[in-house]
């Protein structure tokens, strides 16, 4: 067993970081505990009878998941994350007295498509220090998502001062002996990349430049790969090398995507490969957490490709 521990990538990659490889080393623990509850599982779909506060019902799986993340993080790193937060507990949770890092998740994005058996994932955005409220994106350590389909894939985003942006995006792939391998290192996004995700598409009715949007990528032949879960469209981007995920809103289409556990982690990554992430006001990763509950639209991918989007998020 040690000697399989010993081929972990994932340990092998973040080991040098100290207090925060603990924590991405703990996340990749969460992840394979929860890839193995998802595929045991009879019914993935079920709800508790309960609602989150941010009035979601909640589902078996959702209430799994989340209970992994904060045990595995107080379990395996006490010394290092003080502060957790998850979008089924949306407020700050004291774990510890630790005052390295906080971390908030998503601890399963896509409940509504579970049932369908598309691909779901979960979402972590690691900060340092105590607590979210007034940091944005620019203050965080890490960031990182599973996708749990065919494969359970891991991608993490995190320090490295070997690559020209101080950061590097690593992909994991769980092999069948329970041990991480790195499928992909040092993940960089092509500047443009024919493939989009359209998120929100109703908003077009109503955003005039996002159905212009629509019109310019269907006649460019762009290639078109969207689940309606934000974790495989946005993972699909990322493997391609390439692509803009689009999520703008209109007035009877309001922003849902919560900038704390999923905007901001995923412009960490996308920004972290060499992308570009935006909102309504401009770069994404400026805008500072108020609240737990803050929403925000988001578009982000190649950056040539998400320049072409900003007439349509400017509308929002």
Same mark, same amino acid.
């Given at each position: ?28 623990? +969460? ?35 989340? #209970?992994?993340? &904060? ?30 890092? +906080?971390? =908030? ?6 409940? *509504? ?16 220090? &105590? ?11 890490? =960031? ?22 101080? #950061? ?12 991480? #391998? ?24 109503? !955003?005039?430049?996002?159905? @212009? ?22 993972? !699909?981007?990322?493997? #391609? ?5 689009? !999520? ?53 991918? *190649?950056? *040539? @490709? ?8 400017? *509308?929002?």
């Amino acid at each position: 067993m040690d000697a399989m521990k010993d081929q972990d990538d994932v340990k092998r990659l973040v080991g040098g970081l100290k207090g925060l490889g603990n924590v991405l080393v703990a996340l990749a623990a +969460s992840v394979s505990e929860i890839s193995d509850s998802l595929r045991r599982v009879a019914s993935t779909d079920d709800e508790v009878g309960t609602l989150n506060q941010f009035g979601d019902k909640q589902l078996l799986a959702d209430v799994m998941a989340d #209970k992994v993340i &904060r045990e595995t993080l107080l379990r395996l790193c006490p010394d290092d994350v003080g502060i957790v937060s998850s979008e089924e507990t949306p407020v700050d949770t004291v774990l510890t007295d630790a005052t390295g890092y +906080s971390v =908030a998740y998503d601890p399963l994005d896509g409940s *509504s498509i579970i049932g369908s058996n598309f691909a779901v994932g979960s979402i972590f955005g690691i900060w340092k220090g &105590r607590g979210f409220v007034g940091k944005n994106a620019r203050d965080m350590a890490a =960031a990182g998502y599973a996708v749990y389909g065919p494969r359970t894939v891991l991608v993490l985003a995190f320090e490295d001062d070997s690559e020209d942006s101080g #950061k590097t995006v690593c992909e994991f792939t769980l092999a069948g002996d329970g041990v991480w #391998k790195c499928t992909e290192k040092n993940i960089v996004l092509k500047d443009e990349k024919k493939l989009f995700a359209p998120a929100n598409l109703r908003a077009s009715k109503e !955003n005039s430049a996002y159905a @212009e949007l629509m019109q310019h990528w269907m006649q460019e032949q762009y290639t078109l790969r969207y689940t309606g879960g934000m974790v495989p469209d946005i993972h !699909n981007i990322i493997h #391609k090398g390439g692509g803009v995920f689009c !999520n703008p809103i209109s007035a009877s289409c309001p922003a849902k995507l919560r900038l704390l556990y999923e905007c901001h982690p995923f412009t960490f990554i996308i920004e972290a490969a060499g992308g570009m992430s935006i909102d309504d006001t401009g770069a994404a990763g400026d805008r500072r957490v108020q609240h737990h509950d803050d929403r925000s639209c988001i578009c982000l991918g *190649s950056s *040539s @490709e998400v320049r072409k989007c900003t007439p349509c998020m400017s *509308s929002c």
